[in-house]
């Protein structure tokens, strides 16, 4: 069992930036990926990156490469996402999620969850 606690996220003009936090505690880290999701209203869950944590190899969608960044801090057993140059369209619930499964890029290969925090960013 692994649990997930979630912080951050928040309301933020365009181009700005925010930081959520994953804290982790559970089963051993040592084959796991800590990944993130999001969800707008009315649009299915999508990745929006992954990172393994024994080697911190770190995946990314298109749509945030070069603009958000997925980091972990071993000692706190912590991942991170830092979001910078906000767009109106990264508007959604942010979830953070874990997985023991070799593939990293669908909803479905999670099977932990954080309860998620809005993000909100206007134009």
């Known amino acids: 069992q692994v649990h997930l606690v979630q912080s951050g996220g928040g309301l933020v003009q365009a181009g700005g930036s925010l930081r959520l936090s994953c804290a982790a505690s559970?089963?051993?880290?040592?084959?796991?990926?800590l990944g993130w999701f999001r969800q707008a209203p009315g649009k299915e869950r999508e990745f929006v990156a992954t990172i393994i944590w024994s080697n911190a190899i770190t995946y990314y969608a298109d749509s945030v490469k070069g603009r958000f960044t997925i980091s972990r801090d071993n000692a706190k057993n912590t991942v991170y996402l830092q979001m910078n140059s906000l767009k109106p369209e990264d508007t959604a619930a942010y979830y953070c999620?874990?997985?023991?499964?070799?593939?990293?890029?669908?909803?479905?290969?999670?099977?932990?969850w954080g309860q998620g925090t809005q993000v909100t960013v206007s134009s």
């Open positions: 559970g089963r051993t880290f040592s084959s796991l990926a």
């Open positions: 999620a874990a997985t023991y499964a070799s593939t990293w890029y669908h909803s479905q290969e999670y099977n932990y």
